[in-house]
Every structure is written in structure tokens, then in C-alpha cells.
């Protein structure tokens, strides 16, 4: 399974980015896609996720301003990100647990979010 994330960029303050993830190859179940975020010097952390079933879950700092969706029948998910703040800036991974031939987690090659000021 690979996973491909498309769609960050430079963007002002308050403004809005849309990130895309797209899984390909065998994939039986889809359990939960999420998106993560590494800040400079920062560790990781857990943005948004979604289930299969559709429940969802967010990080405190992005609750009401960022909104994780997903295509099941495409295998992709999505982060909607409004009222974007400098803090946000990061590379963004997408991740996905499946039920799949040759493991469960897998992870996209990231891509950069930046908020200028």
C-alpha cells in the first residue's frame, strides 16, 4: 500500500488549505486514516482522524477550524483547514491503518503547510 498526500503550500493567516490523501494498492478494510503534523523542533502529533465507520477525532488546537473527511470507495481522506495560523505551519503526514496484505500502518511522504504571518 502506498499513500500519497497532495495539497500544502504557502497561505496567509486565516487562510484555508485542503490536503489530500490517496491510498492505492490491496487494501481489504480500511480501519482509520488520520493526518499528523511535525513543526520545526516540534515532535510529532496527531492532527485529525477518521474511522472507517466515519467516527472522527481531533487535536485540541485545530477543534473548529480543521475538518477531516474521507472517500472510502476512493481510498482517500481529506483535511480541510481553515483559519490557518503560523503555528500550524508543519510538514503534514497522512496515515493509514488497514487491513492489508503485507501489514496495517502506513505512512505518506508528507507535505508542507506554511502559514505566514
Known amino acids: 500500500v502506498q499513500l500519497q498526500a497532495s495539497g500544502g503550500g504557502l497561505v496567509q493567516a486565516g487562510g484555508s488549505l485542503r490536503l489530500s490523501c490517496k491510498a492505492s494498492g490491496i487494501i481489504f478494510v480500511i480501519n482509520s486514516m488520520a493526518w499528523y503534523r511535525r513543526a520545526p523542533e516540534k515532535k510529532r502529533e496527531l492532527v485529525a482522524v477518521i474511522t472507517g465507520g466515519g467516527s472522527t477525532n481531533y487535536a485540541d488546537s485545530v477543534k473548529g477550524r480543521f475538518t477531516i473527511s474521507s472517500d472510502n470507495a476512493k481510498n482517500t481522506v481529506y483535511l480541510q483547514m481553515n483559519s490557518l495560523k503560523p503555528g500550524d505551519t508543519a510538514v503534514y503526514y497522512c496515515?493509514?491503518?488497514?487491513?492489508?496484505?503485507?501489514?496495517?500502518?502506513?505512512w505518506g511522504q508528507g507535505t508542507l503547510v506554511t502559514v505566514s504571518s
Open positions: 496515515n493509514g491503518d488497514f487491513n492489508a496484505p503485507l501489514g496495517g500502518e502506513f
